[in-house]
């Protein structure tokens, strides 16, 4: 049978394709499980908040405190966001240490991720499940490419995790083109010509079985825009910049330093969890209680109800609440809560300067503050455009991406000098 299987596939080498295919629709599946349900651990949150305001300083702490627990006894490679273990797990050569790719890719990790991502979510967490996706896409990818492995063509291991994080992510977002960019941009330059066809076809079936599944063409839907006059970019620049600035002490917030910090002063992990859960729950009652979960619809409320604008008090609750949820060490990654906080920072900007288009500057903030945290503009402005279909925004969300990232670029180099 195997010799027959093989004989088959040297006849069609395109069927070569069909592990990947196979991989494609269990991500996209598996993103629309993952989402209905960090949905509903959102609501659940939010009841908690509105109802009963007081348990969330039990309530919070008790769900870090578990989503930690889960991660340091059952798997250690699933806690943070998912995309440094991919880049890992990448860095990593096959057979030699297939050990140490196994302990960042499988099942156990992605169920574990998935856990303790809802975990934290429950207990009034701000992180999102799009980073986490890119995590899980590549475990299970490698799974079927080892389960395959014994009757296909001996294929590179980075090929199955390059092309699970291109389906996670295009599955988390709808947007397939999306996860093939941040491939290239974010993961694996030096090798996305050897996997180009797979890393495309992943990021197809990924999307394509997450829209089919969920019904929802777009990620955010259609925020009107009006006429982009060029007269926008000096406005997307500013918007840039400034969100450039900000960037920098959220991204030293999740510094290594500031965590050895954490760790010292507090001695346990699961303290950590604890305190940052119980701080978390302060920002959602006394500062703003839209500072729970990933952000998704702090966005839509921005884009898409006229009379909610973003003040200092939002702005400061996403960039707190998400910083120390992610020191938490639970499972959770960044790319919406970033979207979300550079929504913010967008509508607070049109509103302190009157600029007239409300929409443009909260799609422009998204791009900007996206790409100076994952450090890879286009992939921030593709995601924006790919999620809103507004291609009239192009020039801003390129321009504003371009200056935030070399404004994040310029002062992070200046404070490692200094260091």
């Not at 990924?206 to 007269?231: A, C, D, E, N, T």
């Not at 290594?256 to 604890?274: D, E, G, L, M, S």
């Not at 900007?349 to 503009?377: C, E, I, K, Q, W």
Request: hydrophobic share 55%.
């Amino acid at each position: 049978m195997l010799d027959y299987l093989q004989k088959q596939l040297r006849k069609n080498p395109v069927l070569e394709g069909f592990p990947y295919w196979v991989a494609g629709f269990l991500v996209g599946g598996v993103a629309i499980f993952y989402s209905q349900i960090f949905e509903e651990a959102v609501v659940t949150a939010r009841w908690v908040l509105v109802n009963y305001p007081s348990w969330l300083f039990v309530f919070a702490p008790i769900c870090f405190v578990l989503g930690r627990w889960l991660v340091e006894k059952f798997a250690p490679a699933a806690g943070g966001s998912g995309v440094p273990q991919v880049i890992q797990a990448l860095s990593l050569d096959s057979p030699r240490q297939n050990s140490e790719i196994e302990a960042i890719l499988s099942l156990r990790v992605a169920v574990v991720v998935i856990l303790s991502s809802i975990l934290c979510t429950l207990g009034s967490g701000a992180l999102g499940r799009e980073g986490p996706m890119v995590h899980i896409g590549a475990c299970l990818f490698y799974v079927v490419g080892k389960k395959f492995g014994k009757i296909w063509p001996v294929v590179e291991h980075r090929s199955w995790i390059m092309a699970g994080a291109a389906a996670g992510i295009a599955a988390a977002f709808n947007a397939p083109l999306a996860g093939v960019v941040f491939v290239l941009e974010e993961l694996a330059q030096q090798h996305f010509h050897r996997f180009k066809t797979a890393v495309l076809t992943a990021a197809i079936i990924g999307g394509v079985v997450s829209q089919w599944l969920s019904g929802r063409y777009l990620f955010l839907g259609y925020p009107k825009l009006g006429v982009v006059p060029l007269s926008a970019i000096p406005w997307a620049l500013g918007l840039g910049i400034l969100a450039g600035l900000v960037s920098v002490p959220f991204i030293l917030m999740g510094s290594p330093k500031v965590r050895n910090w954490f760790t010292h002063y507090f001695h346990t992990r699961i303290q950590i969890a604890a305190v940052t859960g119980a701080m978390v729950a302060a920002i959602a009652v006394f500062l703003h209680a839209d500072s729970i979960g990933g952000g998704v619809s702090v966005i839509q409320s921005l884009l898409f109800e006229s009379d909610f604008r973003a003040d200092w008090s939002l702005v400061v609750a996403r960039f707190l609440a998400t910083s120390l949820s992610h020191l938490s060490g639970c499972a959770g990654g960044f790319l919406a809560p970033s979207l979300a906080l550079g929504a913010a920072i967008g509508s607070w900007f049109s509103t302190v300067t009157d600029y007239s288009n409300h929409n443009l500057l909260v799609l422009v903030g998204m791009s900007a503050f996206l790409s100076a945290v994952v450090r890879a503009p286009f992939t921030a402005w593709v995601i924006v455009m790919e999620m809103s279909d507004r291609r009239s925004a192009i020039f801003p969300l390129m321009v504003a991406s371009i200056a935030s990232y070399g404004t994040s670029h310029f002062l992070q180099q200046r404070i490692n000098k200094t260091q």
